[in-house]
């Protein structure tokens, strides 16, 4: 099954360097997934977000913001059904998650063990390190088993 393209109207504001960009990557995107073997069942989902945003009426601000809504959908059905994930897909998404889940705890434990509570943002920088660290762990793992696109989302 082949991915249907994005179509951009001809009569398209060349004017806006946001919008540009976003259907620029998007289209990087696009043809990244299209050299790639995937599942009829990815294809089916990818192609029916491409022809809700072929149908839609939006322009500008409210575009940009559809565009990268049905990318940030594309990505996901990727990383869940095939495992396939764009560069530092896994760094950007551990350094969330070790702000909170390493982050916020340690800060605690340094703040209540020094009786100051104040000093709970002092683990905050640990929390980012250690979420950096198992995040690109996971991108160049996707990378050696060659799960990995060559776009970085922005």
């Known amino acids: 099954m082949e991915i249907i393209p994005l179509k951009v109207p001809a009569s398209f504001p060349q004017d806006n360097p946001k919008l540009n960009n976003a259907i620029h990557q998007f ?18 989902t990818i ?28 990505i996901r059905t990727l ?36 009786g100051k509570i104040g ?3 002092v683990g905050l920088p640990f929390g980012i390190g250690i979420g950096l660290l198992l995040g690109a762990g996971l991108d160049k793992k996707a990378k050696d088993e060659g799960r990995q696109l060559n776009i970085e989302i922005k």
């Open 47 to 74: 192609n029916n977000d491409i022809q809700a945003l072929n149908s839609s009426t939006l322009t500008g601000k409210a575009l940009v913001q559809l565009i990268r809504k049905v990318q940030t959908r594309i």
């Open 79 to 114: 990383e869940k059904e095939m495992k396939i994930v764009p560069i530092n897909y896994y760094r950007n998404l551990w350094l969330a998650l070790g702000l909170s889940a390493f982050g916020l705890p340690i800060g605690v434990a340094i703040g209540l063990s020094l």
């Open 119 to 121: 000093l709970l943002g």
């Open 27 to 44: 289209d990087n995107l696009l043809t990244l997934l299209k050299q790639r073997e995937l599942s009829n069942k990815v294809t089916t």
